[in-house]
C-alpha cells in the first residue's frame, strides 16, 4: 500500500518554540506510521539534530549545511548553489507535502521557494510575523527588507500562523477569502490559517491528510 510522503524543511540555527511544536506533530505521525517522513534539517542546529536522531528509523533525517542566518531576506535570493541542491533532494524525494517550519518568513525561506520550483504542494508553519521595520535600523532599510521579503508570503500554498492579520497586510494578487480558527475572516491571495497557538492547526491538517 503506498504511503504518502510527507517531509519537514527547517535550516534554523538555533532550537526553538516553532522546533518544539514542531518536534510534537513529527512523533506523533511517526508513532502512526500513517505516512513517510523525511526532516531537512540544519546540522548546525544541534540540538534539533539529537533529537530527530531519537526518532530514527521511524523517520529519515537528512541534515544540511544550509543555515538561515543575518540578512537571510536578502541571502535567499543569493543562494543559487543552495536552491537548486535543495530542489534536486525534493525531487528525489517527491513528497506530497512539504511543511517549511518558519520562526519568521525569512527564515527557511529557501524551503519554500525549492517546495514552489519543485511543484510541490507546501505549507509553512509560520509562528512570527512581524513586520521588518522592527528589525531595520533605520526606515528606508525596513523599507528594503520589506519589498524582498514580501514575496514569500505569498509562495506557499498555506501559511499556519497565530498573527494572520499581519500576513495579509501587504499581500498583493487576486484576494481569497478564509474562514479562521477564531471565526473572523480576511483576505489572503493564497490559503492562510489563523491558529492562536499555531500548532493545534498544524496537527488537523496533517492529521487529516494522513
Known amino acids: 500500500m503506498y504511503k504518502r510522503q510527507l517531509v519537514f524543511y527547517d535550516d534554523a540555527a538555533t532550537f526553538g518554540g516553532h522546533e518544539l511544536m514542531t518536534l510534537r506533530l513529527v512523533e506523533f505521525l511517526a508513532a502512526r506510521q500513517a505516512c513517510g517522513i523525511t526532516f531537512i534539517a540544519s546540522r548546525l542546529n544541534t540540538e534539533l539534530c539529537r533529537r530527530l536522531g531519537d526518532i530514527v528509523p ?79 535600523p533605520t526606515p528606508l532599510r525596513a523599507r528594503l527588507r520589506q519589498w524582498l521579503v514580501q514575496p514569500f508570503y505569498n509562495i506557499p500554498d498555506c501559511l499556519v500562523t497565530a498573527h494572520a492579520w499581519r500576513v495579509t497586510r501587504g499581500a498583493g494578487g487576486a484576494a481569497r477569502s478564509v474562514p479562521s480558527k477564531t471565526a473572523s475572516r480576511f483576505h489572503t491571495s493564497r490559503q492562510s490559517v489563523e491558529a492562536p497557538c499555531g500548532l493545534p492547526w498544524v496537527y488537523r491538517m496533517a492529521i487529516d491528510w494522513c
Open 58 to 136: 521511524k523517520i529519515k533525517f537528512l541534515p544540511t549545511p544550509y543555515t538561515s542566518g543575518r540578512g537571510q531576506w536578502l541571502r535567499t535570493y543569493l543562494s543559487v548553489k543552495s536552491l537548486l541542491q535543495l530542489l534536486r533532494l525534493l525531487r528525489s524525494r517527491k513528497p506530497d507535502l512539504l511543511i517549511v517550519v518558519q520562526g519568521g518568513i525569512a527564515l527557511s525561506s529557501l524551503g519554500i521557494v525549492a517546495g514552489r520550483m519543485a511543484g510541490v504542494r507546501t505549507l509553512s508553519y509560520l509562528p512570527m510575523t512581524h513586520d521588518e521595520s522592527l528589525f531595520a
